[in-house]
């Protein structure tokens, strides 16, 4: 059976839960980025490079590295966390049963501004960083883009305008008498 | 937009308050007083017929046309503009 789309104990509600999830992930992942880049700063400091086996292996080794792997890391961050709060708003609306409010045509536009941004950062601001840092060692630069994220961006667009005539249509008919 | 609702005329005209007319034609109080300040944007054929109705009355008596009248209460839409 499938679940309803709107209203308590929806598939929205349990959408929220998870998009609450997200954001204490990225609260969480912020954190520990910031420790592991401290604890690389001081490694570094004394000569050494950092070298930790937690999700996988993390390498960091030069001031460049650092810096990129830190500011990437808090700017992806930061981002999940401002796009699983707007997130948040649009599910609240829908458990609420009333999606079609000028504010989510808004939050749409925010999240689909947050994404291209994110994706930009992925793509230039490692790189630019790493080149601006470079201390003469070996240099890597890649600028692959994803073409799935470009595309998640014009849906929300296109989405956000969908809601912007919503809740348009919306406010018209509750005016109908 | 400049169509002008005077509903409060005709109420006046026939002696009757929002509140009967309402109970009559079953339309809330607040509906009412939406349509009668001119802050509704549209209003149903059912619901002219219903006001119609019950103050015998035709449509043109209730909604006038002002061309003068863009941003004035009681106009039709002139909340929204």
């Known amino acids: 059976m499938l679940m309803r789309a709107l209203g ?3 598939l929205s509600s349990v ?3 998870l998009v609450d999830a997200a954001w204490v992930a990225a609260c969480a992942a912020l954190g520990f980025i910031w420790l592991i880049a401290a604890i690389s700063l001081v490694a570094q ?3 050494g490079e950092l070298k930790a086996g937690v999700l996988g292996e993390i390498s960091i080794h030069g001031a460049g590295n650092l810096v990129s792997w830190t500011v990437v890391g808090s700017i992806v961050c930061l981002g999940v ?4 709060s707007l997130l948040r ?9 009333d999606p079609f409010v000028p504010e989510n045509a808004v939050r749409l536009r925010k999240i689909s501004m947050a994404l291209a941004g994110l994706e930009l950062a992925r793509l230039f ?6 080149l601006l840092m470079h201390d003469g060692g070996e240099l890597t630069l890649r600028f692959a883009t994803n073409f799935v994220v470009w595309g ?3 849906v929300l667009i296109v989405l956000s305008q969908v809601f912007d005539e919503g809740a348009r249509l919306r406010e018209d008919q509750k005016m109908t008498i | 937009m400049s169509i002008r609702v005077t509903l409060d005329r005709v109420l006046l005209d026939r002696r009757m308050s929002l509140t009967e007319l309402g109970e009559r034609v079953g339309i809330t109080l607040a509906n009412l007083s939406i349509l009668k300040t001119g802050k509704a944007k549209a209003i149903r054929f059912s619901t002219l017929e219903a006001l119609c109705r019950e103050l015998q009355c035709q449509p043109g008596d209730i909604l006038i046309w002002d061309e003068e009248d863009n941003a004035d209460t009681g106009s039709i839409g002139a909340a929204a503009e």
Do not use: C, R, W, Y
């Open chain 1, 8 to 10: 308590q104990g929806s």
């Open chain 1, 81 to 84: 966390m401002a796009i699983s």
């Open chain 1, 152 to 154: 998640a961006v014009l």
């Open chain 1, 15 to 17: 959408l929220k839960i």
């Open chain 1, 89 to 97: 708003g649009v599910f609240e609306t829908l458990v609420a049963g």
């Open chain 1, 45 to 47: 400091l004394a000569g």
């Open chain 1, 125 to 130: 601001v490692g790189p630019v960083i790493n």
